[in-house]
């Protein structure tokens, strides 16, 4: 049975993950929102203004009042260099759903398998997830780097299942964790 606590502020050696505000827009616009390179693989094109991300982090910030919300602004320095989420919750089978991203910058640092190793911890002993999932297209090799030195398996390859936001149907990896994985 899973107890949902919500999105917490975590902390691990170089990074804090807390909760977004609409105050992060220009950074979060300017760090990786509006570059293609960090949106190349995903479902949303890169945004146009700082304006635009204003408007997602609103809705975001809207969501925190739901104790099932889990999006976190990754900060390094002082700095917000990108996100960490759960996509997707399956409350009937104890599953959570990660995606994230950051900026380009920020690639090659492990600061990305720092985040969700911090934010799987959480869910697993904090939360009572079972499985804990990540995907990412395979032209993406880097993501599943991330998931693998995070301790997840390469499940499996879909074959041409995602579409990008510049119309490419893309090859998906599925990397996924169990809890008694975790646990030892």
């Not at 640092?109 to 079972?130: N, P, Q, R, S, W």
């Not at 390859?157 to 510049?166: L, Y």
Request: proline fraction near 1%.
């Amino acid at each position: 049975m899973l107890t949902h606590k919500g999105t917490q502020t975590l902390s691990t050696a170089r990074l804090t993950l807390r909760r977004f505000t609409v105050e992060d827009a220009d950074a979060m616009y300017q760090n990786w929102a509006n570059d293609e390179r960090v949106t190349r693989f995903l479902t949303w094109q890169p945004h146009q203004s700082a304006e635009q991300t204003r408007q997602l982090l609103t809705l975001w910030c809207s969501e925190y009042e739901k104790l099932d919300s889990y999006n976190w602004a990754i900060e390094f320095d002082k700095k917000i260099i990108g996100n960490i989420s759960v996509v997707r919750c399956e409350d009937c089978s104890e599953v959570a759903h990660l995606g994230y991203c950051m900026g380009f910058d920020y690639w090659g640092k492990g600061i990305m398998t720092e985040a969700v190793c911090a934010v799987i911890d959480y869910l697993f002993k904090e939360i009572g997830f079972h499985r804990i999932t990540i995907c990412h297209a395979v032209k993406n090799p880097a993501s599943g780097k991330v998931a693998k030195k995070c301790g997840l398996t390469l499940e499996g390859t879909r074959r041409e299942c995602f579409k990008s936001f510049d119309g490419e149907f893309l090859d998906i990896c599925d990397y996924g964790i169990l809890r008694q994985e975790w646990e030892k």
